[in-house]
Structures are given as structure tokens and as C-alpha cells.
């Protein structure tokens, strides 16, 4: 089955720069690449995603990039603010699976003042 | 706003005993999901269900039942509770519409065996 990687568990950046969390995935047949945001004692909420249509796709201070050559996707937040503190996981859904996702291990980003 | 609730919050059970955790959502949402999140694994999936009457098996499905008695609501059942079972275990909920499979999660609920 799907296998998702999220190459960094931490990551610290301070206010105003730019994060980036990468993830790999290993089932080609993958199409639909979703992001969550987990605040401190809280269940996952939405953020953003991207489908195998596109490699770019940006809603405000986020954007998704995707290689399918390589398998990777990454999320980029711009202009960091301390609200963005937070666990972030990348998932991934092959088509037909179900509306399953696999998710990737987390990257807790702390944005520093 | 998508709803998902999760009850209880906090369970702590005893090894050998039985636990249901409930979950209920208002989305109307053909959907259910349940996880389990542990440091450095991320959320697994465990059992999910694409409607009333019916469960799949998830990913880590061993030592947990599922039911599904209606839409609303979706509940996880561990018959033998053991201590590697500790987690804290999210309900979701979602929808495939047009390829889309933004899931809806609940607040979570922290399961200590002792």
C-alpha cells in the first residue's frame, strides 16, 4: 500500500521567513495530495491541497508543489506569523481508494518571534 | 461549519476490559473514518466506513471492531483493551465529491490501558 514519508519532524523558523515541509509518497497510482493542520490539543483541520493535475497551486501565504516524477510534494508557508506554529501533515489518496488517505508522520513547525 | 464530535474526551480502561469510543457527525457525509495518532507514525487508519451498515478494514485493523448503526454515527470497539492500544484516536468524516476527499476531523480522545 501507500506509503507517505515527511522528511522533517521539526522544523523552526523565525517570524517572517519562509517553511517548507517535504514529503515523499510511493504509489504511483496517487492522485490527490492533501494538508492538515494540527493546533496543540486539537483534531486536524484542512489547509490546503493538490491534485495530479498541477504542479503548483497557492491559496494566500501557502503553496503546494508537486513532482510526480519524483514522488514529492512540498508545502511552502510564506511570511511565517506565530499562528502558524503548529503540527502539519501531508497525506496522500490514490485514485479510487475510497476517498482513503495515508498520512505522513508530521512536521512540527514552530515559528519563532 | 462541518461538525465531528467525539465522546468520551478522556478514557482511562483497564487491560482485558472492553472501551467504545463514539463518534458522531453532522455533515450528513457518506464517510467515517477512524485513527489512531502516535508520535512518529502520524494518524493510521484503523477502520472506515462509507455508510450506515458497512465497515472496512483499515490499515491497523487488529484488536478493533467498527460499527456504523446509522449515518451519523460511527463507533470504535476494543473488545480486549491491551496497553499498546494507549493513543489518542481521531474520529473523521468526508466525502469523495469529484475526486475531493477532504475529511472533517473531531477533537480527539485520549485512551490510556493501564
Not at chain 1, 514522488?71 to 506569523?81: E, N
Not at chain 2, 448503526?69 to 493513543?87: C, G, R, V
Request: proline letters at 4%.
Amino acid at each position: 500500500g501507500e506509503k507517505v514519508e515527511q522528511h522533517e519532524s521539526t522544523l523552526s523558523v523565525r517570524e517572517g521567513d519562509s517553511a517548507v515541509i517535504n514529503c515523499t509518497y510511493t504509489d504511483t497510482a496517487s492522485s490527490y495530495f492533501p494538508w492538515y493542520k494540527q493546533e496543540a490539543g486539537k483534531g486536524l483541520h484542512f489547509v490546503i491541497d493538490i491534485r495530479s493535475n498541477v504542479d503548483r497551486k497557492q491559496s494566500q501565504r501557502l503553496i503546494v508543489l508537486l513532482d510526480k516524477k519524483a514522488k514529492r510534494f512540498s508545502l511552502h508557508i510564506t511570511a511565517t506569523q506565530p499562528e502558524d506554529s503548529a503540527i502539519y501533515f501531508c497525506a496522500a489518496s490514490p485514485r479510487n481508494a475510497g476517498a482513503k488517505l495515508t498520512f505522513g508522520g508530521g512536521t512540527r513547525l514552530t515559528v519563532r518571534p | 461549519e462541518a461538525a465531528v464530535t467525539q465522546s468520551p474526551r478522556n478514557k482511562v480502561a483497564v487491560t482485558g476490559g472492553k472501551v467504545t469510543l463514539s463518534c458522531n457527525q453532522t455533515n450528513n457525509h457518506n464517510n467515517m473514518y477512524w485513527y489512531r495518532q502516535d508520535t512518529g507514525h502520524g494518524l493510521r487508519l484503523i477502520h472506515y466506513s462509507y455508510g450506515a451498515g458497512s465497515t472496512e478494514k483499515g490499515d491497523i485493523p487488529d484488536g478493533y471492531k467498527a460499527s456504523r448503526p446509522s449515518q451519523e454515527n460511527f463507533s470504535l470497539i476494543l473488545e480486549l483493551a491491551t496497553p499498546s492500544q494507549t493513543s489518542v484516536y481521531f474520529c473523521a468524516s468526508g466525502d469523495a465529491v469529484g475526486g475531493l476527499a477532504e475529511q472533517f476531523f473531531g477533537p480527539g480522545t485520549r485512551l490510556t490501558v493501564l
